[in-house]
């Protein structure tokens, strides 16, 4: 069973920041492109961030860039997201999410194949 739990989120003021973890198991994650996506109420959801299977290749929203990195550590079986200067329009639920290759985290729609349940980051004013 493939299972991805995500943490790191909390409430943190304009200004701030956060990094978020994404750990997997029951996969090989070295064979897995790895996403941020966020989702806020009332709003679609949308590709926040993408890295490709080893690391070599990362893909960031306009949204994001210059903000938030992402990178990962195969051997803790770990996705980061870290994201600096956060705005309240940042407020959303973050899901990390697999696919096979770094194109099919970044196409419309994303072909993944397993999903987090998410956790919630809050900027206030």
């Known amino acids: 069973q493939v299972q991805l739990v995500e943490s790191g989120g909390g409430l943190v003021q304009a200004g701030g920041s956060l990094r978020l973890s994404c750990a997997a198991s029951?996969?090989?994650?070295?064979?897995?492109?790895v996403g941020w996506f966020r989702q806020a109420p009332g709003k679609e959801r949308e590709f926040v961030a993408g890295i490709s299977r080893i690391g070599g290749n990362t893909y960031y929203a306009d949204s994001g860039k210059g903000r938030f990195t992402i990178s990962r550590d195969n051997a803790r079986n770990t996705v980061y997201l870290q994201m600096n200067s956060l705005k309240p329009e940042d407020t959303a639920v973050y899901l990390c999410?697999?696919?096979?290759?770094?194109?099919?985290?970044?196409?419309?729609?994303?072909?993944?194949?397993?999903w987090g349940q998410g956790t919630q980051v809050t900027v206030s004013l």
């Open positions: 999410a697999v696919a096979a290759w770094i194109q099919d985290i970044t196409s419309t729609p994303p072909r993944t194949k397993y």
């Open positions: 029951g996969t090989i994650f070295s064979k897995n492109a």
